[in-house]
């Protein structure tokens, strides 16, 4: 169950640093000042919190199997849409929602396989 956490950690965590660099990208820059981006606090934080995750990520690969694993990270398509349209104001529709069923049902078939 800890690795099961960790891994949803991990997600978050990815997602988190995606919706930062958004965050960043769309921040107001004077023209010819695109090199600020680079600068810019979300997107430090994000690369910030992304690397984290991916650090962590490995971690767990020495004990969890990789075909355990990665489902877990499709979750991502379902959590970064999401956080955006309350965040962002982003649209979303009856297809994404029904993509996001699928993509959970698709993990749970998938980490639920009852072979090693």
Do not use: H
């Amino acid at each position: 169950m800890a690795n099961v956490l960790i891994l949803l950690g991990c997600v978050f965590g990815v997602a988190t640093g995606q919706l930062l660099f958004k965050t960043a990208a769309g921040m107001p820059r004077p023209d010819g000042e695109t090199w600020r981006l680079f600068l810019s606090p979300p997107l430090i934080a994000g690369l910030a919190v992304y690397g984290v995750a991916t650090i962590v990520w490995v971690w767990q690969l020495r004990s969890v199997p990789l075909t355990r694993a990665f489902p877990f990270m499709a979750l991502g398509f379902v959590v970064t849409p999401l956080a955006a349209s309350f965040l962002f104001q982003e649209a979303t529709s009856p297809r994404y929602w029904l993509g996001a069923l699928l993509i959970c049902a698709g993990i749970i078939l998938s980490i639920t396989d009852p072979t090693p």
